[in-house]
């Protein structure tokens, strides 16, 4: 079966994503659509809080340029990098099929997820 595909849009462009197939991920899902106040955190991905937890799912510590996840319960990040976290890790959400680089820069940004039908 597809996964859901996920729009991620702001005043910098938007991007395409393959949410993963998981509980967190269809959590996620039945939220949207909804808009996220990113901040740039260690030059390396934008992260902001859900408006609620998701559920657990498995972790890992490294992630790849592109990769949509969530550390802690609630706090959504899109990396622009790749790179490896400290424990417990994230949960993988889904995949950016675009070019992400467009959050590659300083400063915050206003996202709106949304599905795409």
């Known amino acids: 079966m597809a ?3 996920i729009s991620i849009s ?4 938007t991007v395409t994503a393959e ?7 269809r959590a996620l899902a039945e939220m949207l659509p909804l808009t996220i106040e990113m901040d740039d955190h260690l030059r390396q991905e934008k992260t ?3 408006p609620a937890a998701l559920p657990t799912a498995s972790r890992q510590r490294e992630f790849t340029t592109g990769m949509l996840g969530l550390w ?6 899109i990396y622009y990098r790749d790179g490896r ?11 950016v099929q675009g070019d992400v680089s467009i959050f590659d820069r300083p400063g915050q940004v206003s996202v709106t997820i949304d599905i795409i039908k």
């Open 72 to 77: 802690s319960s609630s706090d959504f990040v």
């Open 3 to 5: 996964q859901d595909l």
């Open 19 to 25: 949410l993963a197939d998981n509980a967190a991920a």
């Open 48 to 50: 902001g809080d859900l």
């Open 10 to 13: 702001s005043d910098w462009g």
């Open 85 to 95: 976290v400290p424990a417990p890790g994230i949960v993988v959400l889904g995949q």
